[in-house]
């Protein structure tokens, strides 16, 4: 739980680092500026910059951390709900279905570009990669 927790933390500073380097517009407002100002996202995007995307960092991450701990595949089919679509459950038997889905969720709703996605998916992998490289030494 441990390693898990430290790259989940570790990706998080990363995320932030980089939306603030690279300042990239989202999806609403690259589009109204570009032809169509009426345009609407499916949610509510969020007052930060787009690249990467946040959630995909902690997709990247988490799967990154669980394939290395527990191989990838999980060791029974898990459930996840959703909290704002009651009745809503996906099972998965391993870490990077769920992360393909939420790159797509991301872009459909409109909140990111598929490349702001795929890019925190390599992000949070890549930080993740390094925390358990270096868990002996985090650890003592």
């Known amino acids: 739980m441990a390693v898990f927790h430290v790259a989940l933390v570790d990706t998080q500073i990363a995320t932030s680092d980089?939306?603030?380097?690279?300042?990239?517009?989202?999806?609403?407002?690259?589009?109204?500026?570009?032809?169509?100002?009426?345009?609407?996202?499916?949610?509510?995007?969020?007052?930060?910059?787009?690249?990467?995307?946040?959630?995909?960092?902690?997709?990247?991450?988490a799967e990154e951390v669980l394939t290395a701990l527990v191989g990838a595949r999980a060791r029974a089919p898990y459930t996840i709900t959703s909290p704002t679509q009651p009745g809503a459950t996906r099972t998965y038997t391993d870490w990077r279905r769920p992360t393909r889905e939420n790159v797509d969720a991301r872009v459909w709703s409109g909140i990111h570009t598929r490349t702001a996605d795929e890019v925190g998916v390599r992000l949070g992998r890549d930080v993740a990669a390094h925390t358990v490289r270096n868990a002996a030494r985090l650890f003592g």
């Open 18 to 61: 980089a939306k603030y380097a690279h300042l990239r517009w989202r999806p609403v407002t690259a589009i109204r500026a570009e032809g169509d100002p009426g345009w609407t996202p499916l949610h509510d995007t969020p007052a930060h910059p787009d690249y990467p995307s946040g959630h995909n960092t902690y997709s990247g991450a």
